[in-house]
């Protein structure tokens, strides 16, 4: 079965500050897609970014990176010199290849605050 | 284009009575799907649809929740006998091929409250 699990439930920043949100996932496939979703407080939400199982190539948009590790089963977000804008709820999400119908599921998400 | 469009945006209904809720997927989506979220919770699968198969309904939590598709296009999920416990964010979404690497298109919800 597959699982998700975002530890931090809850992460207060000041603004310009970085902050890491941490992801780990539970897959017995070995293809399978990882998902980070924004949703800010407007409500809807929004995808950021998907890796697929076989490239742990690290990646930077902007002030976001994600850091992919198969040895650790983690999928973690970095938010650099953080703004407030960037105050949301972000959701971990994994989708297996090996699954008849694919619904990804989600981790219970992490609200990020970030403060001026 | 046009997103994916959920209504009601708010729902307010007594304990009991029966409640529709409306999606609209972004045109040409094959796949649906419908999440629901309580307050400080994550996204709890409901229901699958994806073109002409049976939907996969292994999320609903009880035989009070259904839902239809018409074709490829809008849904309804309807809660009957609706409970206090249903008071959540009901949440929409779609994708192109419904295939294990699409990333989901969301609508705003439907927040329903139960009194």
């Known amino acids: 079965a597959q699982k998700v699990t975002q530890a931090q439930t809850e992460i207060s920043v000041v603004e310009k500050e970085d902050v890491t949100l941490d992801c780990v996932y539970e897959?017995?496939?070995?293809?399978?897609?990882l998902f980070w979703y924004k949703q800010p407080p407007s409500g809807e939400l929004v995808f950021l970014i998907r890796?697929?199982?076989?490239?742990?190539q690290n990646e930077i948009s902007g002030r976001y990176s994600w850091n992919f590790q198969k040895s650790t089963s983690s999928f973690n977000f970095t938010i650099t010199a953080s703004q407030v804008v960037d105050s949301a709820v972000y959701f971990c999400?994994?989708?297996?290849?090996?699954?008849?119908?694919?619904?990804?599921?989600f981790g219970r998400g992490t609200s990020l605050i970030v403060h001026p | 284009g046009a997103g994916v469009s959920q209504s009601p945006s708010n729902k307010v209904t007594e304990k009991g009575k029966d409640v529709e809720l409306r999606c609209d997927p972004i045109?040409?989506?094959?796949?649906l799907y419908w999440y629901r979220q309580r307050l400080g919770q994550g996204l709890e699968f409901l229901i699958y649809?994806?073109?002409?198969?049976?939907?996969?309904k292994s999320g609903l939590p009880s035989d009070r929740f259904s839902a239809e598709r018409t074709g490829e296009s809008v849904s309804t999920l309807t809660i009957q006998r609706t409970q206090q416990e249903d008071s959540a964010v009901y949440l929409c979404?779609?994708?192109?091929?419904?295939?294990?690497?699409?990333?989901?298109?969301f609508g705003n919800g439907t927040r329903l409250t139960v009194t």
């Open positions: 649809f994806q073109g002409n198969s049976a939907p996969d």
């Open positions: 045109s040409g989506h094959t796949a």
């Open positions: 897959t017995r496939d070995t293809t399978y897609y």
């Open positions: 979404a779609s994708s192109p091929r419904g295939d294990y690497n699409s990333p989901l298109h």
């Open positions: 890796r697929n199982s076989f490239d742990e």
């Open positions: 999400a994994l989708s297996e290849a090996g699954r008849g119908s694919y619904i990804p599921t």
